[in-house]
């Protein structure tokens, strides 16, 4: 059994930022009633014809990371490639990852679980480069969210909450101390209504949806049932975690850096409490970005990264909990 270790990482957002008070242009709210529910005080959305999509987004976060990585893309031995946005219904972003690099004709995989995808991808990728069937992964977790988004009163529950970007890392066959020490996933469908897009689908699908449209028929658009969603989270969040600590004879204060998938800020704090952790362990940054969804993850990461807060060595856990209801947690002895 081989180990795999993270050898590069990449982040990539939109230039365009859109703070609290820009969003009053299209709904009933205020910076301070979004910061005291979420934490956010701005994201970045694209703006139309800036040529970004899931795909460019996590092909720009890829470069980065092959460079770090002192990979080219010839190096790649297979993408997966995590998002709810995808640029087509079908087929995935993953090959267009493939294309747009120029790596060889090697496999790619789309994840689809939202925002647990990145530790889901990285898992995946995890058990490909242990078993030795690859040796170089490109996992990505990229989303363009806000062309989906009811920018209204109507959905300002929702609206105020994402954001688009994209993060890389690459995954490589490791000669030394560094490993992913283990993975946990999770998931409960007999919640999936709670946070959910359900058109198309195949109880709705795009024919039946022009025939009958109904102006009324919201089902395109993302419904959370916020506080249900809150009140799994912040059970979920610390199980994985445990989960995660105890199968390494860890425990909270071993952590280095808990990464947490961005989903509120007051979701993080709680975690932190109920684990007893201080705050230079836990990773923050949906001020800045929103809820990227399967890239927050990997933007929190190469930020922590960037600023010196993840070092060689040091024991990284990431956990996420998301629709589906999917949740999950990865230790990473970096």
Not at 182 to 199: M, Q
Request: hydrophobic share 35%; net charge negative; with cysteine.
């Amino acid at each position: 059994m081989y180990k795999s270790k993270i050898t590069g990482l990449g982040k990539y957002v939109p230039d365009n930022i859109v703070t609290n008070n820009d969003l009053t242009k299209y709904m009933d709210t205020n910076d301070q009633w979004i910061r005291e529910r979420t934490g956010i005080e701005e994201r970045r959305w694209a703006v139309p014809g800036d040529g970004n999509t899931a795909a460019t987004m996590g092909v720009k976060a890829a470069k980065i990371a092959l460079e770090r990585a002192n990979l080219t893309p010839k190096d790649i031995d297979f993408i997966v490639f995590a998002t709810l946005s995808p640029d087509y219904y079908f087929p995935g972003s993953g090959v267009q990852v493939q294309d747009m690099l120029g790596c060889d004709t090697i496999g790619a995989l789309d994840v689809r679980n939202q925002c647990s995808g990145f530790i889901y991808a990285l898992t995946t990728a995890d058990q490909f480069i242990k078993t030795g069937m690859y040796k170089n992964i490109l996992v990505i977790g990229s989303e363009l969210q806000s062309t989906g988004l009811d920018l209204s009163t109507r959905g300002r529950g929702v609206g105020v909450i994402f954001g688009d970007g994209a993060g890389a890392v690459v995954l490589s066959r490791s000669d030394d101390d560094s490993d992913i020490l283990s993975n946990h996933l999770h998931s409960e469908g007999k919640y999936a209504s709670e946070l959910t897009v359900k058109v198309p689908g195949g109880e709705n699908p795009p024919n039946k949806l022009v025939e009958n449209w109904d102006p009324e028929d919201l089902t395109y658009y993302p419904y959370m049932n916020g506080n249900y969603v809150f009140k799994h989270a912040v059970t979920r969040f610390p199980e994985a975690i445990m989960e995660g600590l105890k199968a390494n004879n860890l425990t909270p204060q071993d952590i280095d850096l808990l990464i947490p998938h961005q989903a509120n800020l007051r979701i993080s704090q709680f975690v932190q409490k109920r684990l007893r952790m201080k705050d230079e362990q836990i990773m923050n940054n949906i001020q800045k970005y929103g809820n990227t969804t399967a890239a927050s993850i990997p933007i929190a990461m190469t930020e922590a990264w960037e600023q010196g807060r993840m070092k060689r060595g040091d024991i990284v856990v990431t956990a996420a909990f998301g629709s589906g209801f999917t949740w999950g947690s990865n230790i990473i002895k970096f």
